[in-house]
């Protein structure tokens, strides 16, 4: 089963923020947080991943609580391309498997 | 760029037919997965590999086996395939230790 709750969804104005949050209150020392997406009809595609710091790169920014028991992915100015489900899963850090849970559903609008 | 390549973006096979699906990596990763994924259902875990020759059962592998005789070309293979293996196959490789790991675009495989 899937260790993190996501709102189903989400809409976003085109250029805005887009704050996508995740909940994952029984995580464990030793486990990542990832966020993958999946545009319609591909496979799902990574986008950032983090321990406990926060993280950025050149697509978004992940903010970790210091508690590590929820986390939030940053788009920082959503495009129309942005649409996709977006996955939130925690993972140790060993060889396991990714296990998703449902995501949330994010919509950009013009 | 990782690239993970899946053999077929859609196939068409008739029942009881034997189906083969090729994944190759070029990143010389050690761990492979496929995953189906089914509307409703969400993404389900098949077989996956941490070494060559070497497989392990994910959550639901009846009805299907994997073979990785190199380290780059992991196979899923429906011994006879069925109607209710109509789905969207989705390959992954990567390394552990914290890692990312990366899809392949997908077969969409239909079975009449």
């Known amino acids: 089963d899937a260790k993190t709750t996501q709102p189903p969804s989400m809409d976003c104005a085109e250029g805005r923020a887009a704050n996508l949050p995740c909940n994952h209150s029984t995580i464990s020392g030793n486990e990542y947080v990832y966020w993958y997406r999946q545009i319609h009809s591909q496979g799902p595609q990574y986008i950032i991943h983090g321990l406990k710091n926060n993280e950025t790169n050149e697509m978004a920014s992940l903010i970790i609580t210091e508690d590590r028991k929820s986390s939030t992915l940053i788009l920082p100015h959503a495009t129309l391309r942005d649409t996709a489900v977006y996955y939130c899963?925690?993972?140790?850090?060993?060889?396991?498997?990714?296990?998703f849970g449902k995501g949330t559903r994010l919509s950009v609008i013009a | 760029d990782v690239k993970v390549t899946q053999s077929s973006r859609y196939l068409v096979k008739r029942t009881g037919e034997k189906v083969f699906l090729e994944c190759v990596q070029d990143?010389?990763?050690?761990?492979m997965f496929w995953y189906r994924q089914d509307p409703g259902l969400g993404l389900r875990l098949i077989y996956f590999s941490y070494d060559v020759k070497m497989k392990e059962k994910g959550d639901i592998p009846e009805g299907y086996s994997v073979s990785r005789e190199k380290k780059e070309r992991f196979s899923l293979i429906l011994e006879s395939a069925s109607t209710n293996q109509t789905s969207m196959y989705l390959c992954?490789?990567?390394w552990g230790v914290g890692q990312p790991q990366h899809f392949g675009d997908g077969t969409r495989l239909s079975i009449l």
């Open positions: 990143m010389d990763h050690e761990n």
């Open positions: 899963i925690v993972r140790p850090s060993g060889n396991t498997p990714l296990v």
């Open positions: 992954v490789s990567g």
